[in-house]
């Protein structure tokens, strides 16, 4: 710390013990009685050792050194600078950034006045938004003052910078703070001025105020003030506009100069335009008028200059992290807010839902609705539903509604695999009913459909009806509990036409996998559009009408997780998540869930046609129906990357996490060794769980 007028007043000695010169002077102060030496450096350490993540290894080997504070009459030990600063700031995390904290240790700070900028100093040190302040006033600490200068009763007649220099030596000794004891003049301010990047002025002399901001103007350096009365925020961006009027051009066509020679009463006026009189607060207001008859001096409150500090500061942490702060006027009174004081708004009380009785719903239709009914009760991706039906006297068609499409379903993919599970479920129905004609796939690519013909038959499939109608899709957390070999057999004893079912009951498997899924879950959240979707799925507690998406209850979600859904929705949050290269708890929950299964199953098929993704959607239904007629709950797991092939198709997903999502796919298919070619229709997750889903909502089709 250095300064310019009796330095000694506001000046620590910082001592490294490895030198030999200082070590000499330190133990000349511990000869010397009535000076204190404390050594709280261990608490620091083991402070230090809690910090996540860890200080690099150069900061905790750094030297600790001792800190002599002659006012104090007291010699402490602390870390050495790095370490120090990095440890009292740490809790800045994630206000400000590391990288944002270094950037603010480059700052260097004015402030001129040290009443109301005592508390500004103190908050930007505080902060640690400055590497640099100077100080600068020319009065003195009086009784008077200890309304609003947080000083003591021994500060009494010491200058005002150097009682603020004081306490932020007793903050951060490393802090390089100079002291300037006679204020702002002529003669002196352009060396006062001289390398900094930002002033704050705040002194009560009118001619200081024209003076600060003339020659800040010359110099192009941005000029902050903060007015305590109604909380007035002054931002003057001398550094962007150098031809900026004074005072936003408040007092016209005005000449600095023009000022010398006025008396005080005649600067009045001019004083009275910056403040913008009509705005004033009406106890300031009233009190003009009392001036010199029953005030000696313009009231002032304690909590407003403590309250300028906090508004100057996050003017501040603007510049510091590169955010908009424009040149203006902005108003923080406290008083007036609090005229708006209310009542917190309640959350809205869920809606009433009638549940879905789908067995009533199935029989109380003729034979060949509930033929279209059953195919309106396959799962699809979001349960989208992303299918329309047509019908005519000999059949039903199910084909594609590209409208319901998102961004995860690439090339029609996933809506595809439902289609399969469409046609896995009619078939079901019209063999319950003797209905069963031939069935077939249609078309290619987007045109693909799936057809069932009325006919007269039954087969097996007639068997399935009960549970085909009652299969749900359960996200509930498992009891990690192995399959079984008779459940590993029963699940392993059908075949099916162009997939196969590979069931995964290895534990280091599944966990592999729940990392890749938690990954992947979390690049879905940090993209944008990708967030976006995924939250337009859920259906609030407060929406009865919705027939699409997934009801927050079936979410499954423990109970300190369902209020941070509040914090899952913001795009804002995600995006300082994604700037901090952060988020890894957004992957957690997928990875968790993955992690209490008993088994996942991979519906594979040859290759990517959409016909293929079809045959992979009815072997995936009639495993899902049988899984779960064994006391299984399924989930299907669907990574953002799981319909995408390549790295351009990864980038479609996601522009900027494409290449993150061609990675974890690659990932995938190297952990259950898929060949050339080879894809996963559906990852479907297998537990034993309590946790009793209801049954989802789906659109009218009849």
Request: proline share 5%; charged share 25%; hydrophobic share 45%.
């Amino acid at each position: 710390m250095n300064d310019q007028a009796d330095e000694s007043l506001a000046v620590v000695e910082v001592f490294d013990d490895q030198n030999s010169e200082e070590l000499n002077r330190l133990e000349n102060l511990r000869a010397t009685p009535g000076i204190d030496f404390l050594d709280p450096v261990d608490q620091q350490l083991s402070a230090v050792g809690e910090l996540i993540p860890p200080l690099p290894k150069d900061f905790v080997d750094e030297p600790a050194r001792w800190i002599y504070y002659p006012w104090r009459k007291k010699v402490i030990r602390l870390l050495g600078p790095s370490g120090y600063r990095r440890l009292r700031l740490d809790r800045n995390r994630n206000k400000l950034t590391v990288d944002e904290q270094d950037r603010a240790g480059g700052l260097r700070v004015g402030v001129v006045g040290l009443s109301v900028g005592h508390a500004v100093a103190h908050t930007l040190a505080l902060e640690g938004l400055c590497g640099e302040l100077r100080l600068t006033d020319f009065d003195e600490i009086e009784l008077s003052n200890l309304n609003r200068v947080p000083g003591s009763v021994f500060d009494i007649g010491l200058n005002k910078a150097v009682v603020a220099a004081r306490r932020i030596a007793e903050i951060d000794p490393y802090l390089d703070v100079r002291v300037h004891q006679k204020g702002v003049q002529e003669s002196t301010i352009d060396e006062f001025l001289d390398g900094l990047d930002i002033v704050i002025e705040e002194c009560d002399s009118f001619d200081a105020k024209v003076l600060v901001r003339d020659r800040a103007r010359a110099l192009g350096i941005p000029v902050i003030m903060e007015t305590s009365d109604g909380g007035v925020l002054d931002v003057e961006r001398f550094d962007l506009e150098p031809d900026r009027p004074l005072f936003h051009g408040l007092l016209g066509d005005f000449n600095a100069a023009s000022l010398s020679g006025l008396s005080a009463a005649e600067k009045v006026p001019f004083a009275l335009r910056i403040l913008d009189g009509d705005r004033l607060t009406s106890r300031m207001a009233a009190s003009v008028f009392e001036m010199g008859r029953t005030l000696s001096a313009w009231p002032q409150l304690g909590g407003d200059v403590a309250l300028g500090g906090a508004t100057v500061a996050a003017a501040v942490r603007r510049i510091v992290r590169g955010e908009p702060l424009p040149s203006g006027r902005i108003r923080v009174d406290l008083d007036s807010i609090l005229d708006d004081l209310a009542e917190p708004a309640l959350a809205a009380e869920p809606a009433e839902r009638t549940a879905v009785d789908v067995r009533a719903e199935y029989t109380a239709l003729d034979a060949r609705e509930a033929v279209i009914y059953a195919g309106s009760r396959a799962p699809s991706l979001g349960n989208a539903q992303p299918w329309r039906f047509e019908t005519d006297d000999s059949g039903v068609t199910a084909a594609p509604d590209v409208s319901q499409w998102s961004t995860l379903d690439v090339g029609g993919r996933a809506s595809a695999v439902a289609l399969g599970a469409v046609l896995r479920n009619m078939t079901i129905a019209a063999s319950a009913a003797g209905l069963l004609g031939k069935t077939a796939i249609e078309g290619t690519g987007h045109g693909i459909s799936v057809r069932l013909d009325f006919g007269s038959e039954a087969d097996a499939a007639a068997a399935q009806l009960g549970p085909m109608l009652e299969r749900r899709t359960n996200r509930g957390f498992g009891d990690r509990s192995e399959l079984g070999d008779d459940v590993v057999s029963a699940l392993r004893a059908h075949e099916f036409d162009g997939a196969q079912i590979r069931l995964i009951t290895d534990p280091e498997a599944i966990a592999a996998f729940g990392s890749i899924a938690g990954a992947a879950e979390r690049l879905r959240y940090l993209d944008p559009d990708l967030q976006s979707e995924m939250m337009a799925e859920i259906v609030a507690a407060t929406d009865a009408a919705s027939d699409t998406g997934i009801e927050i209850d079936d979410l499954a979600l423990m109970p300190q997780q369902a209020p941070l859904l509040a914090l899952l929705r913001r795009p804002d949050v995600m995006a300082h998540l994604d700037a901090w290269g952060a988020g890894s708890a957004l992957g957690a929950d997928a990875t968790g869930r993955v992690m209490t299964s008993s088994g996942l199953a991979l519906v594979t098929i040859a290759g990517r046609s959409a016909d293929e993704y079809v045959r992979g959607g009815v072997a995936m239904q009639d495993f899902w129906i049988r899984a779960q007629t064994l006391g299984l709950a399924v989930q299907p797991i669907t990574p953002a990357f799981l319909y995408a092939e390549g790295t351009a198709e990864c980038a479609a997903v996601s522009e900027a996490k494409g290449e993150e999502l061609f990675g974890l796919a690659t990932r995938f298919d190297e952990l259950f060794g898929l060949k050339n070619g080879e894809a996963v229709a559906a990852v479907l997750r297998l537990s034993r769980t309590p946790f009793v889903p209801s049954v989802s909502r789906r659109r009218p089709v009849i």
